[in-house]
């Protein structure tokens, strides 16, 4: 009866769980920049991770920032260009503390 009235009312068992876009990656100085956009409600939260490979480890640089978007796209572009913008400012410093993954 509930998964008649859930799916009648729109919502599904998996509440808060929207299918996987693509992720789109950027190489840009050697490093991958891959854009992930955040849904929240009908927009999207600018997102991404810059990645390095070190030998046989991945090196991750994760950020997040408070600008909305309401088409996805426009969310991708400026993910890509914040990325961008955090490699040029950090340089090689970005990575040098050997961390695996951490915020920026």
Known sequence: MASFLSRLFGRSDKA????????????????????TP?????????????????GEVVLVRTFIRADMFSVRDDAVSAAFRKGRQIVDQHGASLFSDGEPSRPV
């Open 16 to 35: 808060g769980t929207a299918p996987a876009a693509p992720e789109e990656k950027e190489v840009y100085n050697d490093l991958v920049l891959i854009a």
């Open 38 to 54: 955040m849904a929240e409600g009908s927009q999207f939260r600018l997102a991404g991770r810059i990645e390095r490979q070190d």
